[in-house]
């Protein structure tokens, strides 16, 4: 199976075409995206069959991409118009499973005292919270007032305790209709770190993206749909390293027009060599950029309040 190095879906269809050396669509997997603004563009990789399933890694469902360009330095007014894109495509998500009035649990996983790792800790102490007002003080409260709830689990080295087993009791529990997960997640660029939002209907599958798999949360191991929020925040070394390599190799054949070894050494995927050449006793090196503090904070508020509005 692909190595893909990326929680990304369309990365990961980027990846199966470039190792396959094909152009067209692949079988079981559609794909469509949208120019919303200057800076804002909406992709969809559809998962149709278990054969899209077996080529990309990723469960049966809906991809959507929200890439935001210039978030580092984006204004109030920028961050609105991105969280607006959020409210659209998650409300749209959210009609397809459960009903305007039900129950939804928000979990913002990863570790607050990480920043690359602190996305969903941070949405969730944002996230507008109704359901123990619904519950104690319901005369104060609009009647058609959604009850929300939400959770930051921590992690397994701070907790002991499994982020599956931590949700499934609150779900047993608290009775949800439907859970919504905020991840930080690895991609292969460092271009979309904190510029990039992925909703998924399918759930998500914690720290797969950087070779730390914990228990998924989705429909299969909680009974109720999941939908997944994640931004990536961190790119491996290796990934960066062969990044670059093809960036050299697009300089030399700019200056030399054509070079057949040039040509056949970027075709090929040299992730595993590169890899295997930069191992420091065993380590996985994950790179992420100094300025991730502005830039979480600034992605933050965008996802906090493209789900506040949907919800």
């Known amino acids: 199976m692909i190595d893909f190095r990326t929680d ?33 563009r909406v992709g969809r990789v559809k998962i149709l069959d278990a054969q899209g399933e077996e080529k ?29 894109v959020v409210t659209a495509e998650l409300t749209k998500v959210l009609e397809k499973h459960i009903d305007k009035k039900d129950d939804i649990l ?15 800790p941070k949405v969730v102490k944002e996230v507008d919270i109704t359901r123990h007002f619904l519950k104690y003080t319901p005369q104060y409260i609009d009647p058609n007032t959604r009850p929300v709830s939400a959770v930051a689990p921590g992690v397994l080295g701070t907790t002991g ?23 930080s997640l ?17 759930g998500i599958v914690p720290g797969a993206g950087v070779d730390n798999t914990r228990n998924e949360l ?30 050299f190799i697009d300089n030399l054949q700019k200056e030399s027009k ?24 065993e380590f996985n090196m994950i790179v992420t950029p100094k300025e991730i503090d502005e830039l979480i904070e600034n ?4 996802v906090v309040r493209g789900i506040n509005f949907a919800l």
Not at 63 to 84: G, H, R
Not at 111 to 120: A, M, R
Not at 187 to 202: G, L, P
């Open 161 to 183: 305790i499994e982020t599956m087993e931590i949700v499934q009791g609150i779900v047993e529990n608290v009775k949800p209709k439907l859970v919504i997960v905020i991840d």
């Open 299 to 302: 992605m933050k508020d965008v």
């Open 8 to 40: 990304l879906a369309d990365e990961r269809q980027d990846i199966y075409r470039k190792i396959n050396n094909i152009q067209e669509d692949i079988p079981g997997i559609e794909t469509e995206s949208q120019d919303i603004s200057e800076n804002i």
């Open 56 to 84: 990309l890694g990723k469960p049966v469902g809906t991809y959507i991409t929200i890439d935001v360009k210039k978030l580092k330095i984006a204004s109030d007014d920028d961050i609105q118009k991105a969280s607006e």
């Open 106 to 120: 928000v979990v913002g996983l990863g570790n607050g005292y990480v920043t690359p790792d602190s996305l969903g």
């Open 258 to 281: 054509s070079n057949e070894i040039l040509n056949r050494l970027k075709e090929q995927s040299n992730y595993d060599e590169i890899k295997s050449a930069l191992s420091i006793k």
């Open 186 to 202: 690895a991609s292969k660029s460092i271009e979309r770190i904190s510029s990039t939002i992925q909703i998924a209907d399918t």
């Open 218 to 247: 989705s429909q299969k191991t909680l009974g109720i749909p999941v939908i997944a929020i994640g931004v990536p925040m961190v790119v491996d070394l290796a990934t960066i390293t062969d990044n670059c390599l093809d960036i």
